[in-house]
């Protein structure tokens, strides 16, 4: 069999970032980025768009709940104490929904390498994301917004070219 019975994507401008765990060893895990993947950017919107109402949210969540009369728990908390660190788990339960829209499948899961979520994580995550991942957005951006005005920018809209695939020569 030759290559030719194959094919294949290239498989350009691929962000890999290995995962090290907290005492700097390799965890074999990696979080992959595909450059070229045109909703990557908006990705990072959503993520940011998300996590900013969810942030809200649990604020609203804590507003509430210090509105409340407190009651004597049934156990060590009382009620409301209870009640907010639920309503900080759902958000850190929600936040990591959101962060693995961009990170990938579990990708916050690799990055705590098998810790608990923490109340320094998700700022842990956010320094990560604004040092290591989008400086490379920023890029991705401009190398789009450039091959877009090579391919068409010097085309008239009516001279732009359309592959019909079902077209055969």
């Known amino acids: 069999m030759t290559d030719n019975n194959y094919i294949q994507l290239k ?5 890999r970032l290995k995962i090290r765990d907290y005492n700097g060893n390799e965890t074999g895990e990696i ?3 595909d450059l070229e993947d045109i909703s990557l950017p908006l990705k990072y919107q959503e993520l940011i768009e998300k996590a900013r109402k969810n942030k809200e949210y649990l604020q609203n ?3 509430i709940i210090d509105k409340r009369q407190d009651v004597k728990g049934k156990k060590l908390l009382s009620k409301n104490e209870e009640d907010k660190i639920k309503a900080v788990n759902d958000f850190f339960n929600k936040q990591v929904e959101v962060y693995n829209m961009f990170l990938g499948e579990n990708g ?5 390498n098998g810790r608990k979520m923490g109340w320094n994580t998700l700022n842990e995550i956010d320094e990560i994301i604004g040092k290591q991942i989008t400086p490379y957005l920023d890029l991705t951006m401009e190398n789009i ?4 005005k090579e391919k068409y920018g010097s085309k008239k809209e009516e001279e732009i070219e359309i592959v019909d695939l079902n077209e055969t020569n």
């Open 145 to 148: 917004t450039k091959k877009i």
């Open 61 to 63: 969540q804590l507003v």
């Open 31 to 33: 979080l992959e980025f």
């Open 11 to 15: 498989k350009d401008d691929i962000l």
């Open 108 to 112: 916050v899961q690799k990055l705590l």
